[in-house]
């Protein structure tokens, strides 16, 4: 991705702007919907071939591998693009994701939270601010079937709830809600409740109002909008 990149300031961003939001010589292609909703082939074909009148010359003498690249890394500054021009307030979202919300009882961000859930801290770098919406309110739509709640019962009435992470013949290990791991010989279970239900809280949509919903979005977007202030804060050059 640093090689695209490159190539995209080098070849590209003096008219579509180093975040792709359009100049005066060039439209907007990262966050434009007549862009977004173009599948890659054609945005490959834009590139190789050109636009002459557009004004946009041919790169097809950079190959087809270095094209597909600045290809993947447009659709990536889109979707950086687009959780950095999302409203809301990021401030609140943390409170609400480690306070009202309990993401973080289960998901970590920057090193705080639960291991239950996976790691967020870049979960803005490979999706798109939708894309988080739709999994909040309606987790079950892309629930991972490892990731489902299940409660053990062993023999002896211990009851514990998780997600099971490794399983055998002879054997299952269940991460509880705190995180701990339990190695449980089957031997030793009575009973395995597979409720099917998703780990991830299922009722957001009630619990929280459209305001902190759009505030806990802007978090999880944080990663995307740090990289994007980084990409355009200024150099300072050496003096003489």
């Keep these: 991705m640093a090689k695209a990149r490159r190539d995209y300031e080098t070849r590209c961003s003096s008219c579509h702007g180093l975040d792709g939001r359009g100049?005066?010589?060039?439209?907007?292609?990262?966050?434009?919907?007549?862009?977004?909703?173009q599948p890659d082939r054609n945005i490959y074909t834009m590139i190789h071939d050109g636009r002459p009148a557009k004004g946009m010359p041919a790169f097809?003498?950079?190959?087809?591998a270095r094209i597909k690249s600045i290809v993947s890394y447009l659709r990536a500054m889109g979707r950086r693009s687009g959780?950095?021009?999302?409203?809301?307030?990021?401030?609140?979202?943390e409170e609400l994701f480690f306070g009202k919300a309990e993401c973080g009882n289960?998901?970590?961000?920057?090193?705080?939270?639960?291991?239950l859930g996976s790691d967020l801290t870049k979960y803005a770098e490979t999706h798109a601010?939708?894309?988080?919406?739709?999994?909040?309110?309606?987790?079950?739509?892309?629930a991972d079937p490892n990731q489902e709640m299940q409660e053990?019962?062993?023999?002896?009435?211990?009851?514990?709830?998780?997600?099971v992470r490794n399983?055998?013949?002879f054997s299952l290990q269940l991460q509880g809600t705190d995180g701990a791991f339990h190695n449980i010989m089957k031997s030793d279970v009575a009973h395995v409740d597979r409720s099917g239900e998703p780990a991830m809280h299922v009722v957001y949509g009630q619990d929280l109002a459209a305001g902190e919903l759009n505030d806990l979005i802007c978090y999880l977007g944080r990663s995307a909008r740090q990289e994007d202030y980084d990409v355009k804060k200024p150099v300072a050059?050496?003096?003489r």
């Design 106 to 115: 289960c998901h970590m961000m920057a090193g705080k939270g639960g291991f």
């Design 23 to 37: 100049g005066e010589r060039a439209p907007n292609i990262s966050t434009a919907p007549a862009i977004i909703d």
């Design 83 to 93: 959780w950095v021009l999302a409203s809301g307030n990021p401030q609140h979202g």
């Design 237 to 239: 050059r050496p003096t």
């Design 129 to 142: 601010p939708a894309e988080a919406r739709e999994a909040i309110l309606k987790p079950g739509n892309s």
């Design 152 to 163: 053990v019962i062993t023999r002896e009435g211990e009851r514990i709830t998780g997600v």
């Design 60 to 64: 097809d003498y950079l190959g087809e």
């Design 167 to 169: 399983e055998d013949n």
